[in-house]
């Protein structure tokens, strides 16, 4: 009777994290929904940018910040690094691109910059051998996507150098030791001729995007989660055989 009294507490127990992971799944399920269909309608990009991507022209590929995987701990220095680049639309070829510029001229609904695939080219570039703490490296190096948009990468962030803080960034610019930019993981730029940018950027159009995407991910790590926990704590429970 004492052994039966515990094994209905455990089975309580267990009844409370179900409902309660059952709970969690349906809220983080519906958030991801709603984040995956403002994502699927194009959302947040410029309107330039919106209408090209709806339009369903062949050819395009999609936009720069959708096409590469961005560690979250490089989120702000990409955004400040090239906040013009990250709505840039990747397209196959100029053809794409000087199609759907009569779009946006015909509609009259806003501008929008493309990189066609067989137009843009890049030098290749050797990480910077810089002798300081702090130096992470190229941004270019620090962000994954496809080989296919590996010269979009080089191209947008091959002259980007991410450091620690300010205080690496400053040296690397007053000795001159980076021809390109240097952006720090806070999000202050220093450009090679001098130019500090730094601050808040509060809400800004690429900060949002950035977040989207971030919490699209973390949403779906979330419901995979609640999804498999259940299941997790009754078989890894020496009693786990007898509750389920």
Known sequence: EKEISRCRQRMNKFSEII??????????SSKLQALLRMEENN???????????????????????????????????????????????????????????????????GRASFLALDTIKVTPKKEPNIKLDGVIGLASNLVETQDRYKI???????????????????????N??????VVTLSGELLSSRGRITGGDSGNSTASQLFERKREIKQLKEQVYARQT???DCLRSHPYGQSFS
């Open 43 to 109: 959302e947040g990009f410029f309107k330039g940018v919106k209408e090209i991507l709806n339009s369903k022209i062949p050819g395009v590929e999609g936009v720069f910040i959708s096409l590469v995987n961005v560690p979250e701990k490089y989120m702000k220095a990409i955004e400040a690094g090239v906040p013009g680049n990250i709505q840039d639309i990747i397209v196959s070829t100029s053809d794409v691109a000087k199609k759907a510029i009569n779009i946006l001229k015909e509609k009259k609904v």
């Open 152 to 174: 979009v990468a080089e191209f947008i962030l091959g002259n980007l150098l991410v450091v620690k803080n300010m205080d690496t960034a400053l040296k690397i610019i007053k």
């Open 19 to 28: 409902r309660s992971s059952d709970y969690d799944e349906k809220r983080y």
């Open 176 to 181: 001159s030791l980076f021809a390109g930019n």
């Open 229 to 231: 926990m259940p299941a």
